[in-house]
T-cell receptor
Framework: KAGVTQTPRYLIKTRGQQVTLSCSPI?????VSWYQQTPGQGLQFLFE???????NKGNFPGRFSGRQFSNSRSEMNVSTLELGDSALYLC?????????????FGAGSRLTVL | GDSVTQMEGPVTLSEEAFLTINCTYT??????LFWYVQYPGEGLQLLLK?????DKGSNKGFEATYRKETTSFHLEKGSVQVSDSAVYFC????????????FGRGTSLIVHP
């Protein structure tokens, strides 16, 4: 069974530009979460979508946004890029939202902002 | 709020050495506990989990026991291999609330031949 697919894997942008990252979850998984990973801050939760609705949101500015489509695929967008947005962006999908919920992660999209 | 504290790395070991990576947590109620591993160039993947006190999760020679009395979930392996070199994340998922996992900062393990 196919895993979580993230595209693009690598991208380079300049300050002020915007970027859109895509995530295709495992078939049947309705919850999609996004994380930002940096050496200094570790893994930071961005937001979680379930059935096209944003259910949880982390502590990031409004420049970070996302959405989920009816087929559970998700996109996240970062506008007005800053140097500090350089990071590995990880998407994870899961089957349900029980307390023992296991996340399946994609390989990530590595964003470099120059 | 919920939090996870892991020992800082990197942890550097020789092949066949014993591994312990400490993890302690703060949470209300009875969370589920997880260890995820991230190999170079990849996303995180579940290594093992435990959902109630005294449960032992195990996988690929790694073990961790859910200790409620000490709020700990230390990861151990009796004999590490070079292929175990990776970053290990301890995480918890609260029984109530949003179920969004809380992750530790990660511990880098480097195993030398």
């Amino acid at each position: 069974k196919a895993g979580v697919t993230q595209t693009p894997r690598y991208l380079i942008k300049t300050r002020g530009q915007q970027v859109t990252l895509s995530c295709s979850p495992i078939s049947g998984h309705r919850s999609v979460s996004w994380y930002q990973q940096t050496p200094g801050q570790g893994l930071q939760f961005l937001f979680e979508y379930f059935s096209e609705t944003q259910r949880n949101k982390g502590n990031f500015p409004g420049r970070f946004s996302g959405r989920q489509f009816s087929n559970s695929r998700s996109e996240m967008n970062v506008s007005t890029l800053e140097l500090g947005d350089s990071a590995l962006y990880l998407c994870a999908s899961s089957l349900d939202t029980s307390g023992a919920n296991v996340l399946t992660f994609g390989a990530g999209s590595r964003l470099t902002v120059l | 709020g919920d939090s996870v504290t892991q020992m800082e790395g990197p942890v550097t070991l020789s092949e066949e050495a014993f591994l312990t990576i400490n993890c302690t947590y703060t949470a209300t109620g009875y969370p589920s506990l997880f260890w995820y591993v991230q190999y170079p160039g990849e996303g995180l993947q579940l290594l093992l989990k435990a959902t109630k006190a005294d449960d032992k999760g195990s996988n690929k020679g790694f073990e961790a026991t859910y200790r409620k009395e000490t709020t700990s979930f230390h990861l151990e392996k009796g004999s590490v291999q070079v292929s175990d070199s990776a970053v290990y994340f301890c995480a918890l998922s609260a029984a109530g609330g949003s179920y969004i996992p809380t992750f530790g900062r990660g511990t880098s393990l480097i195993v030398h031949p």
